[in-house]
């Protein structure tokens, strides 16, 4: 019999080997975390939207903190019976145990969401800023404009009362619907987007040199984020013909004198005013060239028009001066009005009675220049938008399903406004326009076999799951993900990041 102590010496290094081995290879086990925090949040995203769809009550959770452990330990034991009461012809045989325990596994844990500071981010109505900084990302204008905008305000300007027409976007209801989609339309075909001002407000009077030369004052200033700004210009003239002047021309006998006006140095200035700068962001427009008439100059993107900062307000962006030219927009709201109309009159005698009222009101005059109010929606709000677009194609609550689709396409072509059709199947596309398509704004399944769905969730006994094919899918998986970042930014971020843009600023 060999030995006993080196065989079991071999058997401790062989297990401490595997032990090491077992505990080393653990990339394949991170990367299967990943996949498992993946799918989990975006579950508990869905999970709400399905919530929504029926009307009840979301519930918000969120996974920190996934650790994965991985250990393993042996050990031996060798009972002998030894010492002189063993009976020389004993039979008690020698014990051989060994051990050997391997553990491994994530931890994690899942608060519940439900404090002051997450609803205040949640139910925090989406600003300028951020929409700004999604157009930069490069997420389609349509997309946004749907998910983000809650209504729009048109207000007619000139003589005579104004008037306000509210166009709201809720799917729960084809008039309303039809009636912002055609609104987003126009807006969207005429460039509409959201512009950053920066302005300053002046604080106190105006100071002489003598009160602006303690470093520790400036220094405090600085700290308190305001700035001081030499007050007046100097005005200098020239007579060569050929000299580049931003002043007024202003003609004397014999030469052209032109008024050059500069800012005085520090050294010149006489007085000073201190300010503090901030920054707004308010809709302008990018009209291609054969649509600029309708818009006024000064709601052109980077137009030199008033800062509109009264106007501006949390959740909404409003232009309070120019306006925009609605002939157009007037035509097909009124072809929009007349469809649904008809529609009513064929149903019973109440839809009559409504059709004959909804007919009687007053329609967008075609005439018309309007000033435009955007009211901006909160993270909550576009869950429950999100909700209600799959409660109109799943649950039968409705007259009839409905799937609701956004223009799809390169941004170097003109936006048509010919609507996508109003259809219930999910998997029609069409092509409205040369480089633009209709496709679903947001569509789930609802069978008992998901098959290979990207992400399936249950709920009150039925299972719900983004579709595998991509034409039927559409936006779907892209639209969890921006509102994903939405609740994340919404309950912890204090500020966004920066766009990453170059302004060229050059003197006049």
């Not at 008024?259 to 006489?270: D, E, F, H, Y």
């Not at 719900?464 to 034409?471: L, M, N, R, T």
Request: hydrophobic share 40%.
């Amino acid at each position: 019999m060999p030995p006993l102590r080196p065989c079991l010496l071999c058997l401790l290094v062989a297990l401490g080997l595997a032990g090491c081995s077992f505990v080393d290879a653990f990339s394949s086990r991170a990367v299967d975390y990943n996949r498992e925090a993946e799918q989990a949040q975006l579950q508990a995203l869905l999970l709400n939207v399905i919530r929504a769809s029926y009307n009840r009550p979301m519930q918000f959770t969120s996974l920190t903190t996934v650790s994965g452990t991985a250990s393993i330990s042996g050990g031996t034991s060798l009972q002998i019976p030894f010492g002189h009461h063993r009976p020389v012809a004993g039979v008690s045989p020698d014990i051989l145990t060994l051990t050997n325990n391997v553990s491994g596994g994530p931890t994690f844990s899942v608060p519940v969401l439900d404090t002051q500071e997450f609803y205040q981010g949640e139910l925090a109505p989406l600003t300028g800023q951020e929409i700004r900084f999604f157009l930069d990302a490069g997420y389609t204008p349509s997309v946004l404009f749907y998910l983000f905008i809650d209504s729009v305000e048109l207000t007619t300007t000139g003589a005579g009362k104004p008037q306000k027409f509210v166009f709201r976007n809720t799917v729960a209801d084809d008039y309303d619907f039809d009636q912002f989609a055609a609104v987003a339309d126009y807006l969207l075909s005429l460039g509409i987007s959201v512009e950053r001002i920066q302005h300053s407000e002046k604080i106190g009077p105006e100071l002489p040199a003598a009160k602006v030369t303690d470093p520790r004052d400036l220094a405090q200033l600085t700290s308190a984020g305001l700035k001081i700004s030499a007050v007046g210009e100097k005005q200098t003239t020239s007579t060569p013909a050929t000299r580049v002047s931003t002043g007024d021309a202003t003609p004397t006998a014999g030469a052209a004198t032109k008024v050059r006006k500069s800012k005085p140095s520090a050294a010149q200035a006489g007085r000073y005013q201190v300010e503090k700068p901030s920054t707004s962001y308010r809709p302008c427009f990018e009209p291609p060239s054969s649509k600029a008439a309708l818009v006024d100059a000064s709601l052109v993107c980077g137009a030199k028009a008033s800062v509109d900062e009264e106007a501006q307000s949390v959740g909404n962006l409003t232009r309070a001066s120019g306006g925009i030219s609605v002939g157009p927009l007037a035509a097909r709201l009124q072809q929009v009005r007349a469809d649904f109309v008809q529609r009513l009159r064929t149903r019973s005698e109440s839809s009559a009675k409504t059709a004959a009222e909804l007919a009687g009101l007053p329609n967008l005059p075609a005439g018309a220049r309007v000033q435009l109010k955007v009211i901006v929606r909160s993270t909550e709000a576009i869950l429950h938008y999100l909700g209600t677009v799959v409660a109109r194609h799943l649950h039968p609550g409705f007259d009839r399903p409905r799937v609701i689709q956004v223009k799809i396409g390169v941004g170097y072509l003109p936006y048509p406004i010919a609507p996508c059709p109003d259809t219930s199947d999910a998997g029609v596309t069409v092509d409205v326009a040369p480089g633009y398509r209709c496709e679903n704004l947001f569509l789930l399944e609802q069978h008992d076999d998901p098959g290979d769905s990207p992400l399936a969730v249950s709920y009150d006994g039925k299972t719900y799951w983004v579709p595998s094919d991509g034409a039927r899918a559409g936006r779907t998986m892209r639209d969890l993900d921006l509102v994903k970042q939405l609740l994340a930014l919404h309950i912890s971020a204090k500020e966004l990041p920066q766009s990453n843009i170059l302004n060229v600023v050059s003197s006049p």
